[in-house]
């Protein structure tokens, strides 16, 4: 009992000592009301606001991150395990609220999606001069003088704001895109032409801009707030900045909406709307001001008008003319169509492990991951489905390479075969990733004609690799590798220094696949 008063006689003189300060983490203690929030990844930058905002209210915050079209999964299913929900956008709410449970939404801050062109290559192009067309980028791609990396339309918000409005510009539009838009017949042709210019792919925001910066590439589309966190990382280093260009004829802005998920849960809500109006405050506004982010239409605030360098472009003087965002019926089709017939051809080679230790649930896991790609309907419903002119090939592995199996189709046919041949394929002996990785980037490049593709390598493995042939795929890999990037997706048992090792030498990344290895094959093949 003297143990019991004495510990709480502790945590009394505690509370009190914080109480004079004004601060107070004894919710965790206490048990504070906690709100679990599903948000896509460029409200990462916002983490230490998110910790200032608990402790001004009170208020417990999880946060989830997910990819744009994950949120909207999650709202068409009545996102059971969250309490609130934060898009970079409010398309992806009008596409997800199937079940109207979205309540109290409010946009948080702005952040046009534009161009980030390095600067020399920009004033070689004549865009730092004045206003820039979407026809005017289409044609420097044609001339063979732009090439630019962006997210994927089907899987994040900037990708898709993008393509959004590179539609509108192309159909020279200025009310609201229609389904009879989406089938004018120089449509295809123009789209496919501007998405040929595409280097490489991400399916999200914030690692396309890890990606750019680990590379050298010319551009990049992302948010304006991200062409500015580039750019302070680039001239630390010393490396040329990017070039702000804002598409005059196609601008789309992500207006980050933070909305209450309704569950009939009052002390939820309330506790929500704390946390809302903290966000929305005059000091969290600054705050969120200074990551480069727009609180307002009439400008910056005169103390971060630093952060929005007008020498990289940036101008918060224009008024900016954002597209009109279409219905959701017009929305979907536009993806599936992006998915299926407007972007450039993905080629993928899957290498995936069938050694001893996949037996059982291992292989399990695996041909269900397959299937969410290979057969059609899955891949539909994920917006991963094939489009004219990919290639998918898979390797199998053990300690050797075991079979190779190819499908030049989309039709839905070829894919299910192929699905079939993975399906039957029989468990080997011991585990080396180093041999079929080398053997897929080889084949790549003899084979294929890359600058015609978005290439990658997918490895799939459940263990650690019981050959150290690491150096010699490194010296392989900087002498012929070129720009293919090796995503890895671990699960069971797999060796995770080994796979980074190759996601930093590749300029990819791993995905953790250990609780849900077909939600991370989704997000991996986000990728290209």
Not at 2 to 30: P, W, Y
Request: charged fraction near 20%; glycine fraction near 8%; proline fraction near 2%.
């Amino acid at each position: 009992m003297k143990i019991i008063r004495a510990v709480l006689a502790a945590v009394l003189a505690i509370e009190m000592t914080l109480a004079a300060s004004g601060c107070s983490v004894l919710k965790d203690i206490t048990g504070g009301e906690t709100i679990r929030i599903i948000s896509g990844s460029e409200n990462e930058a916002l983490e230490q606001i998110i910790a200032d905002c608990e402790k001004s209210t009170g208020v417990n915050i999880e946060i989830t991150y997910k990819g744009s079209v994950d949120i909207m999964r999650e709202l068409k299913n009545g996102a059971p395990g969250y309490d609130a929900v934060w898009t970079a956008s409010s398309l992806w709410l009008s596409l997800g609220d199937e079940k109207h449970i979205v309540k109290h939404d409010e946009s948080i801050c702005t952040t046009p999606v534009i161009f980030g062109i390095k600067q020399s290559v920009a004033e070689e192009l004549g865009f730092t001069d004045g206003v820039v067309s979407v026809r005017d980028i289409l044609s420097a791609i044609e001339d063979g003088k732009l090439t630019f990396c962006m997210t994927s339309a089907t899987q994040s918000n900037s990708g898709a704001s993008a393509y959004i409005g590179f539609l509108y510009a192309l159909l020279e539009k200025s009310n609201a895109l229609t389904n009879d838009d989406l089938s004018e017949p120089k449509l295809k042709e123009q789209i496919k032409k501007l998405f040929s210019g595409v280097e490489r792919s991400s399916g999200s925001s914030g690692w396309l801009e890890e990606m750019f910066l680990a590379g050298d590439y010319d551009a990049m589309v992302n948010y304006e707030c991200l062409i500015i966190d580039a750019n302070r990382q680039l001239t630390q280093t010393g490396r040329e900045p990017l070039y702000a260009v804002y598409p005059y004829d196609g601008l789309s802005i992500a207006d980050s909406p933070l909305g209450y998920l309704d569950h009939g849960n009052e002390k939820k809500e309330e506790a929500f709307l704390k946390v809302q109006d903290y966000l929305l405050s005059d000091e969290a506004q600054t705050a969120i001001e200074a990551t480069g982010r727009r609180i307002s239409l009439n400008g910056v605030s005169e103390q971060n008008k630093a952060v929005f360098n007008q020498a990289w472009g940036i101008d918060v003087t224009r008024i900016l003319s954002p597209i009109t965002m279409p219905s959701a019926d017009v929305l979907m089709n536009a993806l599936n169509l992006w998915q299926s017939s407007f972007r450039k051809p993905s080629l993928t080679v899957y290498c995936l492990d069938f050694s001893g230790s996949m037996e059982g649930e291992g292989n399990s896991q695996l041909l269900s991951a397959m299937q969410q790609v290979l057969v059609e309907e899955y891949a539909e419903a994920n917006l991963l489905q094939a489009a004219d002119g990919d290639v998918n090939i898979v390797v199998t592995f053990d300690n050797d390479i075991m079979n190779v199996y190819t499908s030049a189709d989309s039709d839905a046919d070829s894919l299910r075969e192929l699905y079939e041949n993975v399906r039957t394929e029989q468990i080997g002996g011991g585990t080396d990733i180093y041999k079929p990785v080398q053997y897929a980037v080889e084949l790549i490049r003899e084979d294929y004609d890359t600058s015609a593709y978005t290439a990658a390598v997918i490895l799939m493995t459940d263990g650690a690799s019981q050959t150290n042939s690491k150096s010699g795929f490194e010296e392989f890999y900087i002498t012929n590798g070129g720009d293919i990037p090796v995503f890895s997706i671990m699960f069971g048992s797999a060796e995770s220094a080994q796979l980074d090792d190759i996601a930093l030498l590749t300029n990819a990344r791993v995905f953790d696949g250990r609780e849900d290895l077909v939600g991370a094959f989704r997000s991996v093949k986000g990728y290209n």
